[in-house]
């Protein structure tokens, strides 16, 4: 059984940083593609960053020069670093494990999800 557990979320001040990370189980993780996504309030749920199993990462313009994903298959964890972040950054962020097809990152499994607050 797949089990994606994402943690590190929390309140923040514009201009600071945040770091979360996503624990996987139940997958081969070193063979997976990994995505972070988030709802933010209003809008539909979107696609801020993947990372393949190779390491290769690409982003959301959004979040260019702002956030890095990394990941660490020995602890079968991606990591979304976030920093300069905006109260517009607010959501609720999610992980889950993929595949590239057609160049497009299509999810698998989802996370529960770790809230993101930037607010003075």
């Known amino acids: 059984q797949v089990q994606l557990v994402e943690s590190g979320g929390g309140l923040v001040q514009p201009g600071g940083s945040l770091r979360l990370s996503c624990a996987a189980s139940?997958?081969?993780?070193?063979?997976?593609?990994m995505g972070w996504y988030r709802q933010v309030p209003g809008k539909q749920r979107e696609l801020v960053g993947t990372?393949?199993?190779?390491?290769?990462?690409n982003y959301a313009e959004f979040v260019k020069g702002r956030f890095t994903i990394s990941r660490d298959n020995a602890k079968n964890t991606v990591y979304l670093q976030m920093n300069s972040l905006k109260p517009e950054d607010t959501g609720v962020y999610y992980c889950?494990?993929?595949?590239?097809?057609?160049?497009?990152?299509?999810?698998?499994?989802w996370g529960q999800g770790t809230q993101v607050t930037v607010s003075s």
């Open positions: 889950n494990n993929g595949f590239y097809y057609s160049g497009n990152y299509i999810p698998v499994s």
């Open positions: 139940g997958i081969i993780f070193s063979t997976y593609a």
């Open positions: 990372i393949a199993s190779g390491g290769s990462t």
